[in-house]
């Protein structure tokens, strides 16, 4: 279902972050994705799946003109380098609204403006924006304006850090003034450091690194003598592909074993690649400094792995993908055009064999019922029959109960069955109420909240553990009925 979008719905229903519900990040990224509710309630979740493949193909491309442009790279095998990036980095989660999607969305935005204008005013104002907006969706592209400065700094050009240093500190004061005159302020800074504490910075900014390179050491030895052979008995172009092909039998490695890439891509490939193109570009930008914008690029891919849910590098996978090329060929323009169609092919093959088993849902071929009968936003979404039935209890319930709310992670009940959360948040695992967990019980109970449990018991989540609002109400509270699906709760 995805928190990102039931938290826009409550944004489009009138509800502020922070102020009126419980917020770990910063809320723009709710907030943009309620944009297409203006446009249509109706198919918003629609119009946001679908533009999460926007997204990353805009992202992968505009990446690949900065990189072509500063590279001096023949402009032959541009789309070619975009679609395989934007290719590999869809080798994840389904598509839906996400925070780490849009941070690297706003945060390319914002280096496309810095590079390709010649620092134009008008073009170092809006990089600064669109780089403010990409810090807005989540703690962890904080340090990519640091890492832009830097390099600035290091090339002494005091226009260019003059004219962002202003735009950054007038959008963060603005940005302070809103919240303040909300009656924000105080919660958004307690909320927002709530949760990212100095060690899960550590275990997934620095230490996932470490254990990838811990964890695969056979394989990083066989991968090192493979590409000494293809160095001293290929061609470039069967050099490129086998290193592509080691990528997607891996890929399809994992899938075949069932295991999803959410599973590997902590501490697998993709960890591996950033480390080996990181070292390439950091090696060669000491001779040539129009390298540095491939370390740019490698440091974006590192801001987006920092997370404590999804702790990977793939979702900007473009710089990895230009690191597999530079490594084979000095001149793109030599890669065969039979091959890049073969190699696209490929990846297509390792896409559509691993959404064959969606992320916590069963295999493809069993979801044959379609949600859409049900609730009218879920047009064209397929489901297996259990989840289907459980739908169809959820809209029998909310027929005849009102002022409701779904414990602890049904994050789109709110929005597929047109009603209002009376908290405010969907999503009430201990650490996403940043320390509210007594408010929220209060919150219920003067709300005179019913509450829709979902029967957790055989559930993959350890809910007894992770979420204690939902024991509470479970232990505390008033059983009134309970169905195959769910359990309805009303207050002592």
């Known amino acids: 279902m995805g928190s990102i979008f039931g938290i826009s719905w409550s944004m489009y229903n009138g509800y502020f972050p922070h102020r009126d519900f419980v917020y770990i990040k910063p809320a723009f990224s709710p907030f943009f994705h309620s944009l297409p509710l203006y446009i249509s309630e109706d198919y918003g979740y629609l119009i946001n799946r679908y533009f999460y493949f926007i997204q990353v193909f805009s992202y992968s491309y505009l990446?690949?003109?900065?990189?072509?442009?500063?590279?001096?790279l023949s402009s032959k095998n541009l789309y070619f380098i975009a679609i395989l990036g934007a290719l590999v980095s869809i080798h994840n989660?389904?598509?839906?609204?996400?925070?780490?999607?849009?941070?690297?969305?706003?945060?390319?935005?914002?280096?496309?403006?810095l590079v390709s204008f010649s620092k134009k005013s008008w073009s170092l104002i809006l990089s600064a924006l669109f780089l403010f907006l990409g810090i807005l969706c989540k703690q962890s592209f904080f340090f990519?304006?640091?890492?832009?400065?830097?390099?600035?700094?290091?090339r002494k050009d005091w226009k260019t850090i003059g004219v962002l240093g202003i735009c950054g500190i007038s959008l963060v004061a603005l940005f302070l003034l809103l919240f303040w005159r909300q009656n924000a302020l105080d919660p958004f800074i307690e909320q927002l450091f709530s949760f990212t504490t100095?060690?899960?910075?550590?275990?997934?900014?620095?230490?996932?690194?470490y254990l990838a390179i811990k964890g695969n050491i056979i394989s990083i030895v066989i991968s090192i003598g493979i590409l000494?052979?293809?160095?001293?008995?290929?061609?470039?172009?069967v050099k490129f592909f086998a290193l592509h092909l080691i990528v997607v039998a891996i890929f399809l490695w994992l899938y075949w074993t069932n295991q999803s890439l959410y599973t590997h891509a902590k501490y697998g490939i993709i960890h591996l690649l950033w480390l080996s193109g990181m070292s390439y570009s950091l090696f060669k930008s000491f001779y040539n400094r129009k390298y540095d914008i491939l370390v740019i690029m490698f440091a974006l891919g590192w801001c987006a792995s920092i997370s404590n849910g999804y702790n990977t590098p793939?979702?900007?996978s473009t710089p990895s993908i230009l690191f597999l090329a530079l490594l084979s060929f000095k001149d793109f323009q030599r890669i065969q055009k039979w091959l890049g169609i073969l190699i696209i092919g490929l990846y297509l093959g390792t896409f559509y064999y691993g959404y064959q088993f969606p992320y916590r849902e069963k295999p493809r071929k069993e979801l044959t019922h379609h949600v859409g009968d049900i609730f009218p936003r879920l047009n064209s979404v397929y489901?297996?029959?259990?989840?289907?039935?459980?739908?169809?209890?959820?809209?029998?319930?909310?027929?005849?109960?009102?002022?409701?709310?779904i414990l602890p992670s049904m994050t789109l009940g709110h929005y597929i069955t047109n009603t209002v959360n009376p908290i405010g948040v969907d999503w009430v695992f201990n650490h996403h109420l940043a320390n509210e967990l007594q408010n929220y019980k209060q919150k219920l109970k003067t709300k005179n909240v019913t509450v829709f449990i979902e029967n957790f018991e055989n559930h993959q989540d350890n809910y007894e553990e992770s979420s204690q609002l939902t024991m509470h109400v479970v232990k505390h509270w008033n059983l009134i009925?309970?169905?195959e699906y769910f359990r309805v709760f009303q207050k002592p």
């Open 63 to 72: 990446a690949s003109r900065i990189a072509f442009k500063v590279l001096k």
């Open 93 to 113: 989660y389904p598509p839906m609204p996400w925070n780490t999607i849009d941070g690297i969305f706003f945060s390319v935005l914002g280096l496309y403006f």
């Open 144 to 154: 990519f304006p640091l890492v832009i400065g830097l390099f600035i700094i290091l």
């Open 198 to 209: 100095g060690t899960s910075f550590i275990d997934t900014a620095l230490k996932s690194y």
């Open 228 to 237: 000494w052979l293809l160095n001293k008995y290929s061609s470039k172009n």
């Open 314 to 316: 793939i979702d900007f």
């Open 383 to 405: 489901t297996h029959v259990s989840r289907y039935e459980k739908y169809r209890n959820l809209k029998e319930l909310s027929e005849r109960y009102s002022n409701y709310t």
């Open 481 to 483: 009925e309970k169905t």
